[in-house]
């Protein structure tokens, strides 16, 4: 597990349909109804070198999702050809891209290392294992959870919050409807470009489109 395969899947040629988030390289095809669907994700499932390889379809009655994995991490030199095979069968079955249509949600629990409990969460959700510090969907319905260390010396102030990632042509857009809706800016960020939003109860949550377009993880302080 390194930085090496998600940035070589971003500097790479012919990708243009996927965006890389924190869960991986995610596309999503628009198509007419279920049932062209159903035979676009069929088509996809027989993409040479796609069985095993851990990817994840989702259909819905407008579009088909393919998650090529569930943790950035994950993603080696070979995903490439991987997308690449699968948007060129996209376009045979009258299917388009909609990079706007691809997002993240995640749970961030924060905790001090002695008190982080991913266990708890793996269990009390029906979660399982994708890495240390985290816990996943088996059925890829549900957001990821995370567990936020935090430093020692800082105080635990929100103990929960939600990091929506999308891609990066489509942030602002995204920020612009939650202050749109009520929300303020607690925190802007450059590097990468992201926000902590709150509500007007003071919930939290995190806008950014990190690592797609952006070097750098935003900051892990907690929110």
């Known amino acids: 597990m390194s930085e090496q395969g998600w940035r070589d899947f971003l500097a790479a040629e012919g990708v243009n349909d996927w965006v890389v988030l924190h869960g991986g390289a995610t596309a ?26 851990g990817v994840l379809l989702t259909l819905t009655d407008t579009r088909v999702t393919v998650r090529l994995s569930r943790d950035i991490w994950n993603l080696e030199s070979w995903h490439v050809q991987l997308a690449r095979a699968v948007s060129a ?12 249509a691809v997002q993240e949600v995640q749970v961030a629990i924060a905790a001090k290392r002695d008190e982080i409990d ?35 010396a800082k105080p635990l102030r929100h103990a929960m919050h939600i990091d929506v990632s999308v891609a990066r042509e489509h942030v602002k857009a995204r920020l612009e409807a939650a202050l749109a809706a009520g929300g303020r800016i607690v925190r802007e960020s450059h590097e990468p470009p992201h926000w902590k939003l709150a509500d007007r ?4 949550v995190c806008i950014c489109a990190w690592p797609d377009g952006a070097a750098h993880r935003p900051s892990d302080d907690p929110v």
Request: charged fraction near 20%.
């Open 118 to 152: 991913v266990g708890f969460w793996r269990a009390v959700l029906g979660y399982t294992l994708m890495a240390d510090d985290n816990a996943v969907d088996p059925l890829g319905h549900g957001s990821t959870v995370w567990m936020q260390e935090l430093d020692q």
């Open 201 to 204: 109860a003071g919930n939290r």
């Open 89 to 100: 069968v996209a376009p045979e079955y009258g299917a388009v891209a909609d990079r706007g």
């Open 28 to 53: 999503v095809f628009r198509v007419g109804s279920l049932s062209e669907a159903a035979r676009l994700a069929e088509a996809v499932a027989k993409t040479p070198g796609i069985a095993g390889a």
